[in-house]
């Protein structure tokens, strides 16, 4: 008879290199096609995110589904909004998407989504409570289909469709960014541990009609 005593620490170093051998593939895959961390190297947007902050992704979500106005995404950025060739992935918020109307501004200085203004709390405050203006440059564009109008939140620190729109000869193609560019929704801050939370789309968004149809 033998003795599983004395068998069982063989077996386990026997199937050690299997079991780190599963892991690492496990790893690559979640990283490769599920989730993935990122770290914010910019103050674009503050204060919803700070530097060095660090953020996971969910890469899955737009395999099912298109992204949804008031999301934090992160996209690979055209060519054209690039200062050094080096930056490849932005973070940005999702004002507007293909079909909808996004003007700045009302009369309130309010952006608005398909006639409806946007209450956008969570733009950057600087230490006196005072807050950046919704967008310091006029704009009125259809968002293409397909395609997706994004914001940073510290907006005069931005460079977004609103930026880009205006370098660019007020074209709503090149001012946008293609839901295919789009890499997956951050939805968590996990580091550092003491600013850890969750991504959630502002309230305001959910009260912006569908576009009108033309």
């Known amino acids: 008879m033998i003795d599983e005593q004395t068998k069982r620490p063989n077996t386990f170093w026997r199937e050690l290199p299997v079991l780190l051998g599963v892991a690492i593939i496990v790893a690559v895959v979640v990283r490769a096609f599920v989730l993935q961390t990122f770290y914010i190297p910019s103050e674009s947007m503050e204060n919803t995110l700070l530097i060095r902050d660090r953020v996971l992704v969910n890469k899955l979500v737009y395999d099912f589904r298109s992204p949804h106005r008031g999301e934090v995404i992160v996209f690979e950025a055209p060519d054209s909004w690039r200062n050094d060739p080096s930056e490849e992935d932005f973070i940005k918020r999702v004002i507007a998407t293909g079909g909808d109307h996004v003007v700045c501004c009302d009369d309130k200085q309010r952006i608005t989504v398909n006639g409806k203004a946007l209450d956008e709390t969570y733009i950057y405050a600087d230490e006196t409570g005072l807050q950046d203006l919704p967008s310091e440059e006029q704009f009125d564009v259809t968002v293409p289909a397909g395609r997706l109008w994004v914001m940073g939140d510290h907006r005069s620190r931005?460079?977004?469709?609103?930026?880009?729109?205006?370098?660019?000869?007020?074209?709503?193609?090149?001012?946008?960014?293609?839901?295919?560019?789009?890499?997956?929704?951050?939805?968590?801050?996990?580091?550092?541990?003491?600013?850890?939370?969750?991504?959630?789309?502002?309230?305001?968004?959910?009260?912006?009609?569908?576009?009108?149809?033309?």
Request: charged share 25%.
């Open 158 to 214: 931005s460079g977004d469709s609103r930026y880009n729109f205006l370098r660019h000869n007020k074209d709503p193609m090149q001012a946008t960014i293609s839901e295919d560019a789009v890499v997956g929704r951050a939805f968590v801050v996990f580091w550092p541990f003491s600013r850890a939370k969750w991504l959630s789309v502002p309230d305001t968004f959910d009260k912006v009609p569908a576009p009108t149809a033309k």
